[in-house]
């Protein structure tokens, strides 16, 4: 059995591609960094390293990687042959591998079994994004790839920090991790991935992932870097911060419970367990990488404008939502190019432009106006006429 995985960064090694090694798949990964590629490729094992309360080491062996930059060719005659594909790029590089994978299709004999393809993104329903990128560049040949691949939608949850120089192709993890994989695409031949589960609906699993973990991890990043603090075990030892981090979730659980039926006990858990994970010292993890491509983050159906947005429609509290982002709005790290295009939007562009921009919302939407106010208060600090 063979897996290409595309994206061999944190999530991709420290994951991914350890369940899928575990699961007795031949790993195939696909990279466009050519040092990490050619570090993958001497040599033949790694070490994926679990810091903190039942952390343990793995070794991973099985694998090689591929540049898909300089030798695509070999990455789609890998898919070819493949039983399975995932990714864990990031959700706006989902475009640039759907050509690989549609390729890969179009070469794959047709009595094959299906390909089996997860994206591991942290975005809603990832896998459909990246059928429809590969539906749309295949145009009229898509109904002759459709039946060569199964599409199923996941959510990964295991937090990996950005790797620190000469650290290798070993990785430093948290010993957590939960893998939510949509069922009803494999029929009865789902893939082998040991500890990962196989759920009838995705949504109340990725909402509870993305608008608990992601939410709070962001609103920890958000206003530690506001506070002039480097990692997130740190800002949440701030009790003014830690307060901030609860109220926001207190507000995404109060959504997710009325929106999924979920047991306001269980989330209570759910999110305590998350703040032990946050407050892991043993995890080297920064308020820049949580905090990266802010405008990703503060985008319509994600961590907070997606829970925030529904949370108005209902009626329900969003205060501390709101706040949240009004830190987001301030995080300005010179080299992220979400963070420098954001300040200059909030230097160039009105409250109202700047809001409809970011946030995606409708004037009329009960959200806006508090999210305006919001951007109106940075640019009021920021010296510039709202
Ligand atoms: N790190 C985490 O804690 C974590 C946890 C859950 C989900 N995720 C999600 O996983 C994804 C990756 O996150 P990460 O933290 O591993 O980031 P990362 O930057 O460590 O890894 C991304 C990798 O993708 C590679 N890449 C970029 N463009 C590519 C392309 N066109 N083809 C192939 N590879 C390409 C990069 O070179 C890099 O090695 C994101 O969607 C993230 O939200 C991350
Ligand atoms: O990867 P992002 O940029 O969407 O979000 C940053 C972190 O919150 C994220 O990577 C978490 O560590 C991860 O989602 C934990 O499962």
């Given at each position: 059995m063979k897996a290409v995985h595309f994206g061999a960064g944190n999530i991709g090694r420290g994951f991914v591609g350890l369940l899928l090694h575990q699961g007795g798949y031949e790993l195939v990964f696909s990279d466009v960094a050519a040092p990490l590629v050619d570090a993958i490729n001497t040599v033949d094992r790694y070490t994926v390293h679990e810091v903190g309360e039942g952390g343990r080491d793995t070794v991973v062996t099985g694998f090689r990687a591929l540049n898909s930059a300089e030798h695509p060719d070999a990455v789609i005659e890998e898919i070819a042959g493949a039983n399975v594909v995932t990714t864990?790029?990031?959700?706006?590089v989902l475009k640039f591998v759907a050509p690989l994978i549609m390729s890969g299709l179009a070469l794959r004999?047709?009595?094959?079994?299906p390909l089996q393809i997860m994206a591991c993104e942290n975005a809603i329903n990832a896998t459909d994004l990246l059928r429809d990128e590969i539906k749309a560049q295949a145009g009229e040949a898509w109904d002759a790839l459709a039946g060569r691949a199964v599409f199923a939608n996941t959510a990964v949850d295991r937090i990996v920090p950005a790797q620190p120089e000469g650290a290798g192709v070993d990785v430093t993890v948290e010993p957590f991790f939960e893998w939510a994989i949509e069922?009803?695409?494999?029929?009865?031949d789902p893939p082998t991935i040991p500890g990962a589960h196989f759920v009838d609906d995705l949504a109340p699993y990725i909402e509870r992932k993305l608008f608990t973990v992601n939410t709070g991890h962001a609103t920890t990043a958000y206003f530690g870097a506001q506070a002039g603090i480097d990692t997130i075990a740190a800002a949440l030892s701030d009790p003014a911060i830690a307060a901030r981090v609860s109220a926001a979730l207190e507000e995404t659980s109060a959504l997710l419970a009325v929106k999924h039926d979920l047991d306001p006990t269980s989330l209570a858990d759910y999110r305590a367990t998350i703040l032990r994970r946050f407050r892991n010292a043993a995890l080297p993890d920064t308020v820049w990488r949580v905090g990266r491509q802010p405008l990703r983050k503060l985008s319509?159906?994600?961590?907070f404008v997606g829970p925030a947005a529904e949370a108005a429609e209902r009626g329900l509290a969003v205060d501390a939502l709101v706040a949240a982002m009004g830190a987001a709005l301030a995080f300005?790290?010179?080299?992220?190019a979400q963070s420098v295009d954001l300040q200059r939007m909030l230097r160039e562009q009105d409250a109202a432009s700047v809001t409809a921009a970011v946030?995606?919302?409708?004037?009329?939407?009960?959200l806006f106006a508090k999210v305006e106010a919001v951007v109106a208060a940075r640019q009021a600090e920021l010296g510039v006429a709202g």
């Open positions: 864990a790029v990031g959700p706006t004999d047709p009595s094959s079994p069922r009803p695409p494999f029929g009865d319509r159906h994600e961590r300005d790290d010179t080299e992220d946030t995606g919302l409708e004037p009329q939407h009960p």
